[in-house]
Each structure stands twice: as structure tokens, then as C-alpha cells.
């Protein structure tokens, strides 16, 4: 058996074993290692699955369709993301579909923003398929 062979013997395997094994932060650097989405799948709560370069949490099952994407179903997916200070200095990296807390600071493109609702606490969490700069007014204000 050549190593191609072997590898894509075990690539079924690896991706099953680091798809809920892995903590957040090591399955970050290896997010190569996990399944990628795809169309008509059966997927099951806490699974991970990377989706245009980024890392995707299961958040219900469900069977996979078209319009379901995980950067556009924040009901059924959350970027994987690690848990940085969040502050104006040292803002979090937003994605599509990853969870926001009210109160803290994310950087899209240079540029800094403050994820603050009328009505919400600070400390409160929202999933949204959007960049900060798309809902700037409404989930967002511009760092000052």
C-alpha cells in the first residue's frame, strides 16, 4: 500500500477522531483535519466542520441543504473562535456566524467595533451570520 493510499484510508478516521476530541484552541491549528461541509449530510449537535477556511460548531442536528451554509444558519452553526480579551485594544477577530458578546470589542478589516444593542446587558450573547460593518446601528457602533 503507497502512503497516498494509506492516507486517504485513515483521512475518514482523523476526521471523525478531531471532529469532538479536540479542544477549541488545538482545533484551530488543524482545521485542514476536520470534515468539510457538504450538501445533504446528517450532522449531530457539537460536531465541527470547516466551511471556507473557518471552523464551524454544530448547534442543532439537522441533515445539510443549500441555504444552509454555516456562515449563513446561525440557528444550526457558531464559528469556532478562541476566547481572546475582547477589549479596544486587543479586539476579537470577527467572523460570519460566530457567537458576539455584548460589551466587547471585534475587529473587521482594520477596523474596530463595539458590540452594543439597546436593551441587551452587557455579558449577553448573539450568533450572527453578519460582519460587524453590516450592522453597524444595530448590533454595532464604531469604536471610538
Known sequence: ?????????????????????LDDATALQSVPLFPAWAEGCSVQAGKRYRYKNTLYRVLQPHTTQVGWEPDQAPALFAAVTLPTEGSKEHPIPAVRGMEY?????????????????????????????????????QYFELAE
Not at 119 to 125: D, H, Q, V, Y
Request: with cysteine; hydrophobic share 40%.
Open 1 to 21: 500500500m503507497t502512503l497516498v493510499e494509506l492516507a486517504k484510508q485513515l483521512r475518514p478516521i482523523i476526521e471523525q477522531a478531531v471532529s469532538t476530541a
Open 101 to 137: 458578546i455584548y460589551g466587547l470589542y471585534y475587529l473587521e478589516n482594520d477596523t474596530v467595533y463595539l458590540c452594543k444593542r439597546a436593551g441587551e446587558a452587557e455579558g449577553g450573547k448573539v450568533i450572527l451570520q453578519y460582519l460587524p460593518s453590516e450592522l453597524l446601528g
